[in-house]
């Protein structure tokens, strides 16, 4: 049963829906850092200071390894991305981009000393784990009730360690939205996150600052590997039904990835799709607070059919594709 639940996820959409936030941001993935182990290719300051002094990104998420953190220097870098935007007025997702389920007790301990050197603000958000995988509890042997009772851990650990930043989570399977409700009956183990949700009482964050984020990409299984789109449900990818899923739980939502096409335009299988998202995003606004493109970053090869900015060495030169104003939101 999940309506206690709701009644008080619904309180805390509206301490959400603040007037900054009435309508949702667009954001943009830059990659780079998790590319080379030195950090080598980590965003910089200019490429903050391109992506949204120029190209009109409102907000970032910034893809790591977890070992990376380890090294001064990257960890530097990656601060520096922060200040950059914050100082835009440009919030920032910290992006654990390792595609895997450590214990709870690493992840609490992982975090901490990051959140320590960046102030405690609306404008740092930390994702727990990209894509997560390899769930091995010897107990629970569902994947999805392991997730669900770790992250009510980890959430926890942070909270009692005073901070609260926004805490974005994802779910196996690769944090698909067609994955986050299967509606599955009760004689049936959870196949989904809302299932676990439902089946253990919520996630549990005594400042309600818990946010889903699910990634959907539009080609044949929503792989990402392929710049093709085929038709989907509602013509936006079923983007309506998750969201229609996450309020019914009184949950918000960042879509956490999501890609279309590239700087050098979009496939035409993808036309009628790209503007049916855009839309379905501003208008289902109660739950979407962003959306990140993917696909931004300097290190990207020139082939890569995501690829946001234009060529290597051109962008300060030449305007800004409509391809790239469109997921910016504009």
Sequence with gaps: MILPRVIAA???????ATAAEAAPRFGVNLAGCSFVANGALCPTVADVAWYVDKAGFRSIRLPF????????????RVIDVVKAANARNVPVILDRHDYKWPTPAEQIAFWLPILRKLDNSEMVMIDLMNEPRFFTDPVVTN???????????IVAGIRNAGF??????EWPQWSASFRFDKNEPASRDCESAACAIDRSGGLIDPLN??????HRYFDTGSSGTNAECVSEPAG??????????ARKRGYRAILGEYA?????????SCTAIAANVVKSIKTDSDVWLDAMAWGGGRAWTESYFFKIEPT?????????????????GQ
């Design 10 to 16: 619904a309180t805390a959409l509206l301490s959400f």
């Design 65 to 76: 390894n977890g070992s990376q953190m380890n090294d001064p220097v990257v960890l530097q």
């Design 143 to 153: 994947d999805w009730m392991q997730w669900v009772r770790d992250t009510n851990q």
């Design 164 to 169: 609260k930043h926004r805490i974005l989570v």
């Design 209 to 214: 600052r818990i946010i889903l984020s699910p």
């Design 236 to 245: 936006d990818g079923g983007l309506k039904i998750f969201a229609a899923a």
């Design 260 to 268: 279309l096409g590239s700087s050098k335009g979009l496939p035409a």
């Design 312 to 328: 290597k060495g051109t962008r300060e030169s030449v305007p800004v594709a409509a391809y790239t104003k469109m997921i910016a």
